[in-house]
């Protein structure tokens, strides 16, 4: 495992996003942070114990079945454990930006609900490989076109529980 982003960098970063997201909804209305499972468990947890403000947190699953030469991948959302968000302010957060399909089809699902609004942080958005335009408005790192594990991102579900971010070999 080659580590791409170590823990104690990952955790000064959270403290500059914190002070960001705090200030753009200090003063406002109580902002849901809504997070996406399960890649986002470890960015949650950590950015909303830096946030020193009124907040709820909610959590939203999409999964994606990668299609292979004849069907394309497919995204199926479940909003069963989301709090009626009718009204509210999203803060949606997600692991890692890649393709953007993900956040784009959750952004308008939430709309769909009819939230107030929703602003979307990433923790990682990897170059090179975006297919739909999408601008997060918080972003933790920009990271090359490698697979990483950790820190919530797995390969077969292995590694979510590592410190850090890494590439995992082999996978280059
Ligand atoms: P998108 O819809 O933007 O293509 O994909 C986002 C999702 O794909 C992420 O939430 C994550 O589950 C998965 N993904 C994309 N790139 C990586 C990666 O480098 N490592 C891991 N573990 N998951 C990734
Ligand atoms: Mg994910």
């Known amino acids: 495992m080659n580590v791409l982003i ?8 959270l403290d500059a996003l914190a002070i960001q997201i705090s200030q753009a909804y200090e003063g406002k209305p109580p902002v849901t942070v809504v997070g996406i499972l399960n890649g986002c468990l470890m960015f949650v947890a950590d950015l909303v114990r830096r946030i020193d403000l009124p907040l709820r947190v909610a959590f939203i699953t999409a999964s994606s079945y990668r299609g292979d030469a004849t069907t394309p991948g497919k995204l199926v959302i479940h909003d069963g454990l989301l709090p009626d968000l009718k ?26 609900l009819g939230v107030a609004s929703v ?7 990897k170059i090179g490989r975006q297919e739909v335009p999408f601008e997060p408005d918080f972003i933790g790192f920009t990271i090359p076109d490698k697979f990483v594990v950790g820190y919530g991102l797995d390969f077969d579900d292995e590694y979510r529980h590592l410190p850090y971010i890494g590439v995992l070999e082999g996978k280059e």
Do not use: N
């Open 6 to 13: 170590p823990a104690d960098t990952i955790r000064e970063r």
């Open 119 to 125: 602003k979307v942080g990433v923790l990682l958005r």
């Open 87 to 112: 009204g509210r302010h999203v803060l949606l957060l997600d692991d890692i930006l890649d393709t953007g399909k993900t956040l784009t089809r959750v952004v308008s699902h939430l709309i769909d």
